[in-house]
């Protein structure tokens, strides 16, 4: 049912020719759950009251109304939690006067939440009725929630655009003309609307009279020299307006001539530039201080870092203090984002309050601060800083009548002109600042010898990769993926394995440091290579119908279009067809910013290539990016599938999964099975692939045929 209900619904958003998908999407859910009232509502900042977008009421869309959402079930929503009541929904919120006027039993609502995790909308289903299939409801609104944010986020940014456009559209510069005595003979509307004269007030006076007086004789005498050399003239200078205001404004000015090749007339053309300079501004402050705090920005503080690191000489020391609010995130969950804010502010204040005017201090992260100590004479200074912080942080904040206290952990680089660059040191304290973090916070670190080894042993795994790439001292396993229909193997993925100096590396630590030093492209293009290499060999022993999946990251897609035929070709050159390999890919992958991504799936499908979205719902999720990327398999992470026989919510949700992707078209594989009775679940829900230690651990390449001629389901 729910299958069918997500494919009603997803084919009415196609079908549609309304502009208004807020209302389609209302309409729709309100017929498949069977709801009198679907509504979604816009919150205000306080969220304190609620504004309905799009109403649906018994099959038709009715008018806008906003409510007070205290006492309600929508103040739950409004906090991020998802509330149902199947019936009884008077009694359990009896100062609802609303749900009394309305009669209404059942009440179904889920928050909207932005990128930031922040309800900025909700969804809500009301009943006259006790509700029939609360699972099924809350399941559809779950699923279909994400789509309705971005859809508003969308329409939220094509307004504003469109209010951008109209504005440009409708402006335009002001146009004067002169004749040769330079005497004023035409203007236009925009002259007027700009300077505040009419041409009658003007006409007959030359535009010297317009000037600011902030400019010298010379100034204009050397305008009036290039038009004369040159026929032409543009530049910024100062204006007055009628008013007496002073303007930016920037004026060009071109030389008419008549056909004797004698001056005719001038014409210029000016606007005001006050908003241009007022942007300049705000882009300078924006590309070096934190909007929020006022302070410096991570930016601004790594330029400044940088050329104290190059300008420092013999015996001179400077100092980088890196830090963030103890139990921030939890402190933003209590009492809200508004909140949390304020702090920031507060904090950035107060560090700011406690350097001398020759050091700096910078927001580096969303609750993270750093401190660039300049000229320190001694160790004893860079204590007396941290105990002045720490002591200033002991005192507490107090925000909306709220006193509250907030400690810091931090951690501490002396440094002199020595090899390190800004980026090493940023990294040795932030090692110093988690340690001190983990060590129960409030509390500071020097960098040391340990730390230094952690990143001795980041940057020895950096080398020794990069030497096993070179020597093919890498290998590649596969895993079997069993077809629930066919009771039978027909995939595996490739995964690969590194075992270093006797011992073996867990991808989870070498992933990420091949991806942070720019070693995952070549460890990709390896794996694909052995993957088609073992392949044809198995083919050629007659398992002509086997697929095998490769992962790349995100890291390895190429940015331009060009590049887009390599992993093609490496498939060519093993005499394999483009349909013998799926690639597996992130969800981070689809992200709309990535714009080359697109093109390049296309491209892999058009080819013959299928393409599985792995750990899906651990990322980027969205229907509009299902739409628009050419995804052959769903690939459900193994998080999901862990505790789906015991935790009710993950049951259902994988349900969801499976049902959404099969009213897309696409085929469900689901990782990290490990039971018989994960299987069954699984097999009843539909779901079309097994990956897992049920079935298999992942095999060495000399052992997939005896693997398949003994497999049995």
Not at 432 to 445: D, E, I, L, Q, V
Not at 512 to 533: Q, Y
Not at 661 to 685: C, D, N, P, R
Request: a negative charge.
């Amino acid at each position: 049912m729910v299958e069918e209900k997500v494919k009603s619904i997803i084919d009415s958003l196609s079908t549609s020719t309304s502009e208004n998908f807020t209302d389609v999407i209302c309409l729709s859910l309100a017929k498949a759950i069977k709801a009198n009232f679907v509504f979604i509502a816009k919150l205000n900042p306080e969220r304190t009251v609620a504004t309905t977008i799009s109403l649906a009421v018994d099959g038709v869309i009715n008018d806008n109304f906003s409510y007070d959402l205290q006492a309600t079930p929508c103040e739950n929503v409004s906090q991020g939690i998802m509330c149902s009541q199947i019936s009884h929904v008077q009694k359990a919120y009896p100062d609802d006067q609303l749900l009394i006027d309305m009669n209404i039993t059942g009440y179904v609502g889920v928050p909207l939440k932005n990128s930031k995790g922040a309800t900025g909308a909700i969804l809500v289903a009301l009943y006259y009725q006790p509700i029939e299939n609360e699972i099924e409801v809350t399941s559809l609104f779950m699923l279909f929630s994400g789509m309705i944010k971005k859809e508003m986020e969308k329409q939220e940014l094509i307004d504003e655009l469109r209010t951008r456009n109209k504005i440009i559209e409708e402006s335009s510069d002001a146009i004067v003309v002169c004749d040769r005595d330079r005497k004023i003979t035409s203007v236009n509307k925009a002259f007027t609307r700009i300077t505040g004269y009419s041409f009658k007030e003007m006409g007959g006076k030359k535009p010297s009279a317009l000037g600011a007086d902030l400019h010298d004789k010379y100034f204009f005498k050397k305008i009036w020299q290039e038009i004369a050399d040159n026929g032409t003239w543009s530049g910024e200078l100062w204006g007055k307006k009628k008013n007496g205001e002073i303007f930016p404004e920037y004026l060009s000015i071109n030389t008419i001539y008549d056909e004797d090749n004698n001056v005719s007339h001038y014409v210029a053309f000016f606007f005001d530039i006050s908003k241009q300079k007022q942007a300049e501004e705000k882009i300078y402050r924006q590309a070096h201080f934190d909007l929020l705090t006022g302070i410096a920005n991570r930016s601004f503080f790594m330029e400044n870092l940088s050329l104290t690191v190059d300008s420092l000489n013999d015996g001179e020391k400077s100092a980088l203090l890196f830090m963030d609010l103890d139990l921030f995130k939890e402190i933003n969950n209590v009492y809200g984002h508004t909140f949390g804010d304020e702090l920031l502010i507060k904090a950035s204040g107060r560090l700011q309050s406690l350097i001398k005017s020759t050091d700096i201090v910078a927001r580096v992260s969303g609750d993270g601060f750093a401190i660039l100590l300049n000229n320190v004479i001694s160790d004893e200074v860079i204590d007396n800083i941290i105990s002045r912080v720490f002591l200033g942080f002991s005192e507490p904040f107090t925000i909306h009548d709220i006193s509250i206290r907030c400690t810091l952990s931090m951690g501490v680089v002396p440094f002199s002109n020595d090899k390190d660059d800004a980026s090493t040191l940023i990294k040795k304290a932030e090692h110093a600042m988690y340690h001190a973090k983990n060590s129960g916070r409030n509390s500071f670190n020097y960098f040391t010898q340990d730390m230094q080894n952690n990143v001795q042993r980041q940057l020895f795994l950096k080398k020794a990769l990069s030497a096993a790439l070179t020597s093919n001292s890498l290998s590649v396993e596969f895993q079997p993926i069993v077809s629930i229909t066919e009771q039978k193997v027909n995939k595996f993925e490739a995964l690969v394995r590194w075992k270093n100096e006797g011992k073996w590396i867990s991808p989870e630590e070498f992933i990420p440091i091949a991806e942070e030093f720019s070693l995952i492209k070549p460890l990709g293009e390896f794996v694909l290579d052995e993957a088609c290499r073992q392949l044809k060999i198995l083919k050629s022993q007659g398992y002509t119908n086997i697929v095998f999946n490769v992962n790349r990251s995100v890291y390895e897609i190429p940015l331009n279009k060009s590049e887009n035929e390599q992993w093609l070709t490496v498939i060519e050159q093993h005499s394999l067809k483009p349909s013998d390999i799926c690639f597996e890919l992130t969800e981070s992958a689809l992200a709309p910013d990535k714009r080359n991504n697109e093109r390049l799936f296309n491209q892999l499908k058009a080819a013959g290539c299928t393409i599985a979205l792995d750990d899906f719902g651990t990322g980027y999720s969205s229907l509009s990016y299902l739409r628009r990327i050419p995804v052959d398999y769903i690939k459900i992470d193994k998080s999901f599938i862990k505790d789906m026989s015991t935790n009710k919510d993950d049951n259902v949700l994988v349900a969801t999964i499976i049902a959404m992707s099969k009213s897309l078209g696409k085929k469900v594989v689901a990782e990290g099975v490990e039971t018989k009775e994960q299987l069954q679940q699984l097999t009843e829900l539909g779901c079309d692939y097994i990956q897992g230690y049920y079935f298999s651990k992942p095999l060495p390449s000399e052992s997939l045929v005896s693997y398949l001629n003994d497999f049995k389901y």
